[in-house]
């Protein structure tokens, strides 16, 4: 299965994803600056994997930290944390990920911990959320699957699977233990402009695991619905608030769609991508570079001066969704909800 980063011990390896899929290009970072720039340039991308690496953002600022206290190396870890949260703004794993490193270092610091041992418990909370990560996924697609029947066609839109996590998926994740459980399935990827993460990313990922996609334009959604292609809608999430669900923008046109259509409509996330203490006005939606518009890679296809509007993500109210995936199970909304509140209350399951 394809792997989006590598931990090389001091330094942080990760696949290129503006350059897939003509090309399979790592880059080694060995400083959170430079974990950081990959975050905001999409070289990574996806909610669950930017928290994975901005954690090991982190642990490289430890490593690299000169500081021979353990409030100086704080300190440097601290700012290394704001910088890295400054990349992205709605995708709400990046902050809880570096809250829960910081979380870590700030107990041993107050308990007494030096400067060797707060370099070793960065990383290993950094490895530990990765592989956490990897088992939520392959929990999600556990119970997700059982949504899918033989012979079903999947719809997904951007890319949630193994290049946007620590490995397996979430949406995809869902489809790939559906065909690991024996089922015949097919998935229709939507382009997802203007990035078009679904037709360089995901068609990449199913095709590279043998599963069988077609590769559809955004503006095709309406018309391959109404001509009965599609049985069931699996898209990830980047936050999961109280009243719906901010994913890649087209998701909520294509969540309308499904609703017109009698389609479910599923999202795939980890509990890390929950936020049900804030509602959709809370959240800061990225607006990105107009030239990402205006532009497909080098070439230009809009006159120049043409005003661009390009938010990053949409909202899709809760009505629109059928169900919710985490690694605990299938939840109406009205159950997500409960369900977690009753969780923090009650302490891990």
Not at 18 to 41: C, D, F, H, Q, Y
Not at 55 to 81: H, K, N
Not at 292 to 305: L, N, S
Request: aromatic share 6%; glycine share 10%; net charge negative.
């Amino acid at each position: 299965m394809l792997r989006s980063f590598e931990w090389r011990g001091d330094k942080l390896a990760i696949l290129d994803q503006t350059r897939l899929p003509g090309e399979e290009i790592w880059l080694e970072l060995s400083r959170p600056e430079e974990v950081a720039e990959a975050i905001k340039k999409m070289r990574v991308r996806g909610a669950p994997l930017i928290g994975v690496v901005a954690a090991f953002g982190l642990a490289l600022a430890a490593l690299g930290s000169g500081a021979r206290t353990p409030d100086g190396l704080l300190a440097d870890v601290r700012e290394a944390a704001e910088l890295l949260k400054s990349t992205r703004p709605t995708a709400v794993n990046l902050f809880w990920a570096i809250d829960r490193v910081m979380g870590v270092l700030g107990k041993a610091a107050e308990r007494g911990a030096g400067v060797d041992e707060l370099r070793r418990l960065a990383v290993e909370e950094a490895v530990r959320i990765a592989d956490e990560d990897i088992q939520m996924n392959r929990r999600i697609g556990m119970h997700g699957e059982k949504l899918v029947p033989d012979g079903a066609t999947v719809m997904t839109h951007c890319n949630a699977g193994a290049l946007a996590t620590a490995g397996y998926g979430t949406a995809l994740g869902v489809i790939r233990a559906a065909v690991e459980a024996g089922k015949s399935i097919r998935v229709i990827a939507t382009e997802t402009r203007p990035l078009l993460q679904g037709a360089r990313l995901t068609a990449y990922e199913l095709l590279k695991d043998g599963i069988p996609v077609m590769l559809i334009t955004d503006n095709m959604v309406g018309y391959v619905m109404s001509k009965g292609m599609v049985d069931l809608v699996v898209v990830g999430a980047d936050r999961i608030v109280r009243d719906g669900v901010f994913n890649k923008i087209g998701t909520y046109t294509i969540a309308v769609l499904a609703r017109e259509h009698g389609i479910p409509f599923y999202v795939a996330a980890p509990s890390s991508t929950l936020d049900l203490s804030r509602s959709s006005r809370d959240v800061v939606v990225e607006e990105r570079d107009p030239e990402e518009v205006t532009h497909v890679g080098p070439v230009r296809i809009a006159p120049e001066g043409v005003e661009v509007f390009n938010p990053a993500f949409d909202f899709t109210p809760m009505r629109y969704v059928t169900a919710i995936i985490t690694e605990d199970g299938v939840f109406k909304p009205e159950e997500l909800i409960a369900y977690y509140s009753q969780s923090r209350t009650e302490g891990p399951r």
